[in-house]
């Protein structure tokens, strides 16, 4: 059961970056639009959006690509019960990687260094499959 505690710390991050966006997309909406109907697609407040607003709704969307892969490799792993302490401390150190690839995004959005918590956090998910398709193998 461990196993998903990381996973749910990555829903968590979606959370969070979930009330940012509204956070922010609301505000600017009325504050160019004066009402929320008036802004019926997103891509009519990409213009308006200010540095952090356009890094939040980058990330949150993000957060629908690799991590969909993690959530069910999670699944997959936990149903298998093939969840171990490797497994564990490799999921654990995804979250945290993903978790500071959103800092670094919504902050100073230095690309070396998010690019490379992107890399390393896809890394885990590699790591954990390879090592599943050996398990597998037998």
């Not at 059961?1 to 990381?6: A, D, G, R, T, V």
């Not at 540095?51 to 490799?73: K, R, V």
């Not at 302490?85 to 230095?110: F, K, P």
């Amino acid at each position: 059961m461990e196993i998903l505690y990381p996973m749910f710390a990555v829903i968590s991050l979606s959370g969070v970056m979930f009330l940012f966006l509204t956070i922010e997309r609301v505000s600017l909406i009325f504050k160019h639009f004066r009402n929320l109907k008036a802004a019926k697609h997103s891509d009519e407040l990409r213009p308006n959006l200010p540095s952090l607003g356009s890094n939040i709704t980058n990330n949150y969307n993000h957060l629908f690509e690799q991590p969909t892969i993690f959530y069910a490799l999670i699944i997959y792993i936990y149903l298998l019960q093939h969840a171990d302490d490797i497994y564990i401390y490799i999921a654990w150190i995804y979250a945290g990687l993903r978790i500071l690839h959103s800092i670094v995004q919504m902050t100073t959005n230095y690309i070396p260094l998010r690019a490379g918590l992107f890399i390393c956090s896809g890394m885990c998910l590699i790591a954990m499959i390879v090592r599943e398709g050996l398990f597998l193998l037998g």
